[in-house]
C-alpha cells in the first residue's frame, strides 16, 4: 500500500526496520536510575539466590578478610593509641615539677665511674677507660662534660638537663654512664648552682651509642614534661659535632635553628686518633643513619652487657614510628616537632 505513515516502520516489541540493511533495531529507552536502596535490595535478592554451599563460602571470605583488616589497622596504631593513653594517664596522675620546661640540654656520656668514693673524680684510675681512652686528661674531659652541662642549664631557666648513658661496661658492673655523672655532678655541689639547676637534672639510662643519646633523651624529656623540647642543645667532644648537628639531627628531621651543640675539646695526647677514628664512624652513619645495621648494630649488642630492655617509646608514644624504623633513607613518617 502506498502512503504508509511514520509509525508503519516501527515493528512490535518497540523495534524500528532499517530499510538500508534489512535489519531490525530496538529503539533506545532511557533507564531508570536506581536509588541506593533499590540496589542493596537487589543484591540482596541475587545474593540469597546463589547455591548454599556458595553463600557460606563468600561469607567466611568477607569475614576474614574484615577480621585481617581489622587486626592490621590494630596493629599499627591500635598500640600507639592505647601508649598514648597510658603516657597521659601516667602523667596527669603525677604533679611533675618539669612542665614548664621547654629546652633539653644533653651531655653524652663516655664512659662508667668506678670509684667508691667521688673524691677525685679527675682521676682516670676512678673511670673504667676503654684502651682507647687510657690516654692523660681523660678522665678530666669527662668532668668538663659534666661542668659545661651544668653551666648550660644555669643559663636557661627554662632547661631540663640529661646525663645520658646507659650501663655499657661489662667489666664496670651494673653501672650507667647517665647515673655516673649525676654522681659526679653531685659531689662538685652542682658547681656553686646547686638549687638552680639539681632539681631539674635527671638521667637517661639506655643509650649505647651518641644516636641513641640524642633519640632516648628526646623520649625522657617528653616523659618528664608532657611534651617534647622547643630547643636541643647537646653537649659532647668537639670533633662530635658534625656528627651531631648533621647527621642525628637530619636522622631525626629536628628543626636546625632550634638546635645547638657545644664542644668540649679532647685531650691533645687523643686528639689524632680520635679524629681519625671519627672519620670511620662518620661514614657508618652516613650509610646507616639509625645505627640499626651492620657494624653499628653490632656496637650497641656489645654495649648492652647486661641485656637491658629498652622502655622507649612507651613514655612518647608520638614518636613510635621513628623507633621501629631501620632504613638508609631518613624517616618521613610524622613527628611531633615535624608533622
Known amino acids: ?14 523495534q524500528q526496520s532499517d530499510l538500508e540493511t534489512g535489519l531490525y533495531s530496538r529503539r533506545l529507552r532511557r533507564k531508570r536510575s536506581l536509588t541506593l536502596v ?36 590494630n596493629e599499627a596504631f591500635g598500640g600507639q593509641f592505647a601508649n598514648v593513653r597510658v603516657s597521659n594517664q601516667l602523667f596527669a596522675e603525677h604533679e611533675s615539677p618539669y612542665k614548664s620546661l621547654k629546652t633539653l640540654v644533653m651531655v653524652a656520656g663516655h664512659s662508667v ?20 681512652q687510657k690516654h692523660p686528661g681523660q678522665a678530666s674531659s669527662f668532668v668538663d662534660h659534666i661542668r659545661m652541662g651544668v653551666e648550660v642549664a644555669a643559663g636557661s631557666e627554662d632547661s631540663l638537663l640529661l646525663f645520658s648513658g646507659g650501663e655499657t661496661r661489662l667489666d664496670a658492673g651494673p653501672r650507667s654512664e647517665g647515673q655516673s655523672y649525676w654522681n659526679v655532678a653531685e ?35 617528653r616523659e618528664l614534661t608532657g611534651h617534647y623540647p622547643s630547643n636541643v642543645t647537646v653537649v659532647s667532644y668537639d670533633f662530635k659535632q658534625r656528627r651531631f648537628t648533621e647527621l642525628h639531627r637530619h636522622a631525626l628531621r629536628f628543626p636546625e635553628p632550634q638546635f645547638s651543640f657545644v664542644g668540649v675539646p679532647i685531650p691533645s695526647t687523643n686528639r689524632i686518633g680520635a679524629v681519625e677514628g671519627e672519620q670511620k664512624v662518620l661514614s657508618m652513619f652516613q650509610e646507616d643513619p639509625y645505627g640499626c645495621r651492620g657494624e653499628l648494630r653490632k656496637k650497641r649488642i656489645l654495649r648492652d652487657p647486661f641485656l637491658r630492655a629498652v622502655p622507649y617509646p612507651v613514655g ?24
Open 1 to 14: 500500500m502506498m502512503g504508509r505513515g511514520r509509525g508503519d516502520n516501527l515493528m512490535d516489541g518497540g
Open 38 to 73: 533499590q540496589k542493596m535490595s537487589l543484591l540482596g535478592r541475587r545474593y540469597h539466590k546463589l547455591p548454599a554451599p556458595l553463600v557460606v563460602c563468600v561469607s567466611l571470605s568477607l569475614s576474614a578478610l574484615l577480621f585481617v583488616a581489622v587486626f592490621m589497622y
Open 187 to 221: 659531689s662538685k655541689d652542682w658547681y656553686g648552682r646547686r638549687e638552680s639547676v639539681r632539681w631539674r637534672t635527671l638521667t637517661e639510662e639506655f643509650a649505647r651509642d651518641s644516636f641513641e643519646n640524642l633519640l632516648f633523651s628526646m623520649c625522657r624529656f
Open 113 to 132: 665511674y668506678t670509684s667508691a668514693k667521688c673524691e677525685k673524680p679527675e682521676d682516670d684510675d676512678a673511670w673504667f677507660l676503654e684502651s682507647y
Open 316 to 339: 612518647c608514644p608520638e614518636m613510635r614510628g621513628l623507633f621501629g624504623y631501620c632504613g638508609s633513607d631518613y624517616y618521613i613518617g610524622n613527628l611531633p616537632w615535624r608533622p
